[in-house]
């Protein structure tokens, strides 16, 4: 997307897209040559400054937080269960598959994001990333719905500790003061669930003995879930001192 004035107020999704290779597909001897996928990270634009305490627009910030979790929650109990009521609306159906409870939890991330306020934003992209954790194993492993949404919580988790916008590099609204946007009790939880969410993804990886000589395109973003995360982390001197039995 081209770049737009800073200083513009118009509604824009920025794009975190690496560079596509130019070079064939093939190797010199005819041979296929191996394809990587990336995930693509969009954030919309954030609101300039985080909602006042005690405003109205933090009581609508909560309810609609606290409505979207109920309504995520609801359905993968449906899809744990794997029923319906008759006659329930599509909108509160289970879920079929990982892609509609992914589109679900994004769309809630999106939100927390434009809000820019830490200090709901960080509770709630916590419960959020342990629903989908716990949610894991409920479906088949589909590699682009669970490592795109993973990338964008390593990428949002890390702009929120930080204070930097993981696209333009920019201080990112309510981040002034780092010592209050993400406390150490909130950086040990988000490390044991980055943790706990790698070691569930590898082992459900599939095992295809009679496959084992080809990679697949998605596999090297495997190996990089929550990568950004838990470096910053472990670089952080205290967290790994404080008590992690959280959930």
Known sequence: MPARDPDSDSDVEFEDVLPQSNQSNSDQNGT???????????????????????????????????TGLERITYRQMKAD??????????????????????????GMVDMLWVSATPSIQVEGLITLAGI?????????????????????????FEALCTGVHPLTNEPIPGARDRSQTVTQTQKVRIRSLAEMTRNKLFSMLPDDEEDEDVEQPWLIEVTKVYDRTLMLLADEGGVGDAEWNWR
């Open 132 to 156: 989908l954790e716990m949610a894991l194993k409920s479906y088949p492993f589909d590699p682009e719905s669970t490592l795109g949404i993973l990338h964008k919580f390593d990428r949002v």
């Open 81 to 106: 269960m794997g029923m319906d009521a008759p006659g329930t609306p599509h909108a509160d159906r289970r879920y079929e598959n990982f892609k509609e409870l992914a589109d679900d939890i994004e």
């Open 32 to 66: 296929p040559a191996h394809q990587i996928w990336t995930p693509t990270l969009t954030l919309p634009n954030q609101l300039p400054d985080p909602v006042a305490p005690g405003s109205e627009d933090e009581t609508q910030l909560r309810g609609r937080l606290t």
